[in-house]
C-alpha cells in the first residue's frame, strides 16, 4: 500500500513551473526550496504526493526531498490555518516581552505554539528569528511583519487576516 497521497498531486501550472524553476540550475535539484516554496504557497502545505511529484520534477528522491522540506521550518509538511503566526522566541524577544505576548496570543486564539485554532484560521508557531530584534517583541503573519507588539495591539493586527 502506498503511503503517497495520490489525490494532492500538481496541477499542470505547477508543473510548468517547477520545471522552469529547475532549468535555471545547472542540478534541476537547486531548484528543491524554490520549488517546494512555489507549491506551497498553492496549497498552505506541502502533501506526500506534492512532495513526490516536486522530488520526481527534480530528478530528486523522495526521501532527499522530504529531507529539505523538514529542515528549513517554514516549508510547511502538515496543514496549517489560512494564516500562519510566527513568533520570535529568541533570547532578545524574552527580555522585550515574549511570553506576556505569547500568553496573550493563548488566550486570544485557544491554541498552544505548534495548534491550529479550530476555524482554521490561525497557526501559530515559533520561529528563531525575524531579524527585528530592535523592535521586539515581533510576530509574522503570513509575510506581513508585526514589531514593537504587547498584547492590547494584537486585536488590532489580528482582525487584518479573515
Known amino acids: 500500500m502506498s503511503t503517497v497521497d495520490d489525490t494532492s498531486v500538481l496541477t499542470p501550472?505547477?508543473?510548468?513551473a517547477v520545471t522552469a524553476l529547475a532549468r535555471q540550475?545547472?542540478?534541476r535539484r537547486g531548484a528543491c526550496i524554490e520549488?517546494?516554496?512555489l507549491v506551497q504557497r498553492s496549497h498552505g502545505w506541502i502533501s506526500d504526493g506534492r512532495l513526490h511529484e516536486v522530488a520526481r520534477l527534480l530528478d530528486m528522491s523522495p526521501d532527499e526531498l522530504d529531507g529539505v522540506a523538514t529542515?528549513?521550518?517554514l516549508i510547511f509538511r502538515r496543514p496549517v490555518g489560512r494564516h500562519v503566526i510566527l513568533i520570535c522566541d529568541s533570547v532578545s524577544y524574552w527580555i522585550m516581552g515574549y511570553e506576556a505576548l505569547r500568553e496573550a496570543l493563548y488566550v486570544r486564539l485557544g491554541v498552544q505554539l505548534g495548534e491550529t485554532t479550530a476555524d482554521g484560521r490561525f497557526t501559530l508557531l515559533p520561529i528563531v528569528c525575524l531579524g527585528a530584534c530592535n523592535h521586539a517583541p515581533t510576530m509574522m503573519i503570513d509575510d506581513d511583519l508585526h514589531s514593537d507588539?504587547?498584547?492590547a495591539a494584537l486585536e488590532?493586527?489580528?482582525v487584518r487576516y479573515p
Open 25 to 27: 540550475y545547472e542540478a
Open 71 to 73: 529542515f528549513y521550518n
Open 13 to 16: 501550472a505547477e508543473i510548468e
Open 156 to 158: 488590532t493586527v489580528l
Open 35 to 37: 520549488a517546494l516554496r
Open 149 to 151: 507588539l504587547d498584547a
